[in-house]
């Protein structure tokens, strides 16, 4: 068989765990080729692309990035987008092509599979919302990553007594602040999914200062907003302290915590470190697991599905039911966490 | 409600996260009281213990190790050790006791189970090898640190030009041998669960060297064994190198293996290493949610089970269950990962 | 003897190491008594303390923070400051004052000293800024913990293909961002004891893209500005794109860049993270060593006098020298890193 | 110019920065053209290198291992290895040679340099016993590993009520274990400078538990050996327990310990991971600088000499003097760090 795989989207550790996977299981077990475009789907619409074997994956199992390149290039985006993929693929012979990538790539994928082609998907997200898998890859380097970091602020938080709020990534779910928080024993976690009562969050903050304690942790996903109206936005989009709205909810917070507590209150933002380098054990085995059965659903002809983890099994779910809902947090994992109603 | 904790068994990542997730739950949120005894089972039956409160718990969610010390003392190791653990809950108080342990804990909960005292498990095992749990934590950990030290040994290997035997954890089952070797991409993984055939692992290696490359890492879990009559030894207990029957399964394949490929080789044992010190972001989440759901159990009167996950959810199975049948490594899982028949 | 140790000023990795040494050499060697003031001078001006024996101090030597606190407060801050600092000392019976701290403290220590207080000093500071040592503990985990991100960064921007301005601490010297630099082979760094020239530098990273490569790292020590002249701000302190000037170099340099090359450019600020937690290896020697000498110092009745490190000897050096200049990079140092001009 | 490198001898983090350092400043800042022999001397001898420009360095700084890889050949291993190596520098019209590596290897520069060839050396070793350097790259690597796996064990200790003796490399000095056992907090440290006796170390540890302690850790270098006639073997080489005489110096210790003390005691051994993998932050610095500065030499005509740390300054020092004497652990940090006379 010949297969094409490519990676779209943003950087995510075990990407090359994933391509390398398929390499390998294609190429040794099964005697199939491997190509891999170049810079997603843009790749597939140019015809760029190279040939991958053993030594192509060689070391870089553990390494960050994806050695094929990225972009945010969808076929949707050119008028002709998906007559021209399907073009190449017959002009290049391929049997299937595996696209590993987030909820954009994993529709495009579903697009592409809607119009004859022979795609098996196989999901990545730092930011663990997609549905009908228990995990993403990159997710659990995401939390460690943040994780690590927290349990470094702690010291300095209680050293120089002060309110830390910690920003990291999730824009729409808050699965990396939930899980980073419950594991560095933050004192209070926000998230997209429950918007937060300022008055509350310092009502919590507040009685560890009552009782004695010389600091607190606050981590807020990024996507983490007030609930409607207990946060003053005035009509040119400043709060009631003159800050703008759009600057990050860490900033914000930290600002109406300092004034409502009188405790200094400091923002730290992890930002992009949260999202490189090199995959943690979880991931690798993941990510490697997501290629091997990736192969295995292509020679089975099991087309328009993607991977997934579902237990501790690799099962193929229909690409059009991964892309239906985003997979927010429970309310029943915020009870755990004591996430801030 | 009174409520006693114990940590009994061997050191394992994450225990400590439980005991402070226990104390958070049931003294924070239910307004219970918690005691600790001190060194597992010993403390019940000796009713030494201490008081519990947030104070004491303070810190202690990353460290590893326990602050209620540990031993392998079990109850029926007294003649009268079950009377004496009752009359001791009897005196104490207690309506509830939560032992966090491995198999001969978990045994020992059932039996004081049956025996009528309101217990709810915690399972704890480093070796993942528990049924009816998808992980326990501590395993985590154990493969993280495996993983980092392969990663490390691969250049090694290189630069020196040899096969390097590395020996993790795991006397009957395979599970860090087989995630620490997939995440570090090993060259061969063999494990206790599939006795492998010292011909093939020989070959294996040998194609290695054959196609130009420099070094070959195999793990292997300390419990791996060859197939019947494929590696003699004498009456003595000794190899055909004169090498001692139970000199490490790591020493035993490195000579074989150099004998055989005539290519240096060297056993590096991981050892202790891997049980200790602090847990990675994922035990300390899965721990902690283990320990609040026991509270609940508890709470519940959901008494003679044990903490599990499935999939993603905690849910409580019946301790019987629980140490029926030891979890191995499933054939499919050995095949994704190329372990060595 | 008695002694009395306390740490001011902000966190830095290493303290506790310090507090253990002095405890372990004085109590156990020497057979001395030594208490420590809580929250730095501010302890020592209310008289409020705690003792320290071999208990106190288990377990801390790899913790971040420090068990004694610390503050910003000065003797001089207050009127009667010396006054009342020595009488406590002679109510207390105290043979000696160990200050860990800063330039600020050291000043102090000096102070004290001069007005006949028997100091010895104990330098700290992660920024590497102070004279007469080879070295100050903190430095080294500033550094680890910045390339650590660094590494991790780099796979980003280049999936993302994008110019990364990354900002890292030191106010008044370069040294952090020239070693993190170096370490993680940034493509440019500018630091605060050279402006740099924004024309120079986006030549330099213009460069880089104009050879092939998707991505350039820029390392910004936070107090790192631009030669006189060279980036317009108006009377209102913004810059040509509106940007205040005191919303980091990070941010300004991206914009700066973005404009300039055509390619996106992100900040990321590292902060606080670079300044707590558990010290490396290497700071936790050079900590311990520190603390051995001190005491040795007190025993020899060597006061107004701080440890130092040169080559691989501590020596003791005059407060008084210590605390006269800031010891900047020198300009063979950024030549060596091709730091830009 | 015309410049070769080599690396020789066994893996030490780092070699790849200088490698990378070397070609950055010399084919960039100056201009020449490097090439790189494969396997060390091995490759001098056959001929055998590769071009080394810009790209073939991309991405090496953190990477363990040697990209020219390594053996321990060296041209007196051959009657005519330095004539022919003469021949083969002569024939390449190379200006100048960088040999990277240990005290073998610096021998031999100076043998070649002797007989006429530029060489200039750059010292290796993760031993860091290279007499007129300070520190050598490699070493806080080294140190770093070791660290932290003392770190984890330190809790498993506890948890199982042992003593652990730890086996740090380090054959014919002690500095290693001196460094991280300083850093751990180790009970007892034992080196080869310095033969111990066994009645003392047992004095040292049996304090600890008479105190109360529930562990200890013993750090001992594998080079580490008793005084003489303080531990009894028989003509057989094996000691009084029936353990062979070479069976590593943790085996022994455990044994005797465990004998003398009534307490469980384990080895564990630490083995090649200290020796691989990616450098810290420190050794990258370190490794560049030399490579930076090896070049400087070349241009400079400054043969015969080798790269040094003295203080914050890399200077050069005669080949002949880098080699006369082991630079072995001095009396007086024994005494800092209480090892075990």
Redesign the interface.
Known sequence: MRIGVLTSG??C?GLNAVI?SVVHRAVVDHGDEVIGFRDGWKGLLECDYLKLDLDAVGGI??????IL??SRVQPSHLRDGVERAKGHVDELGLDAIIPIGGEGTLKAARLMSDSGLPVVGVPKTIDNDIAVT??TFGF?TA???????L??????????QRV?VVEVMGRHTGWIAL??G????AHAIVVPERPFDIEELTRVVGQRFEAGK?FAIVVAAEGAKPRAGTMAFDEGGKDIYGHERFAGIARQLSIELEERLGKEA?P??????Q????P???D??LA??FG?HAVEAVHRGEFGHMTAL???DIVMVPLAEAVETLKTVPADRYD?AECVL
């Open positions: 943003g950087d550790p390398r199992l553990a390494r960050g990035g994806t390149g990225s228990d995990v659990d939390v460690t990553v943040a994780t690590e970091a349990d470094r602020l702690k010291t300095t938080a209680e050293s120089h830390l899980h980073s419950m594991a560095a024993g010389r400091r730290v933002i992890l930002g992009h470190v999202r490189g380098g090199t943690t054990a979880y690798r085995v490697t697991r091997w579902q237990g501790t755990e």
